[in-house]
């Protein structure tokens, strides 16, 4: 067992004559253009992925603005309690809330819509008459 640790305080103590570190050399301009361009490609993925979930964002929008025009258009031919519980459903009290929300997802999806195309990143405000 003496021999043991004789034997690693040997190997430790040659070791001790190193450098506690070791310096990082400069990398060449050929690694540096490697590294610039797996950035850029990291980049392009990650701005694939962004559009991407803005597509599914947008279309997950759009299909709550329809399920909510739906029922709206269904008020006409459904009974007054039925339309009641489907309202309630979707987790509204009143018509008013659901007409309020039918604006709102109506003025996101324009949004959404306009940035894709490129066009002004501050919605319009319409002025409402009192």
Do not use: W
């Amino acid at each position: 067992m003496l021999r043991f640790f004789f034997l690693v305080f040997l190997f430790v103590s040659a070791d001790a004559t190193c450098a506690p570190y070791q310096v990082a050399s400069e990398k060449s301009a050929e690694e540096k253009e490697k590294s610039q361009q797996r950035r850029k490609e990291h980049a392009q993925r990650l701005a694939q992925l962004a559009t991407v979930r803005r597509a599914e964002k947008l279309k997950a929008q759009e299909d709550l603005l329809s399920q909510y025009t739906d029922l709206v258009e269904s008020k006409a031919s459904i009974p007054r309690n039925e339309f009641q519980e489907q309202l309630q459903a979707l987790d509204f009290k009143t018509e008013t809330q659901l007409s309020e929300a039918i604006k709102a997802l109506q003025a996101k999806v324009k949004l959404i819509k306009s940035k894709q195309q490129g066009g002004p990143e501050e919605p319009e405000e319409e002025k409402e008459v009192s």
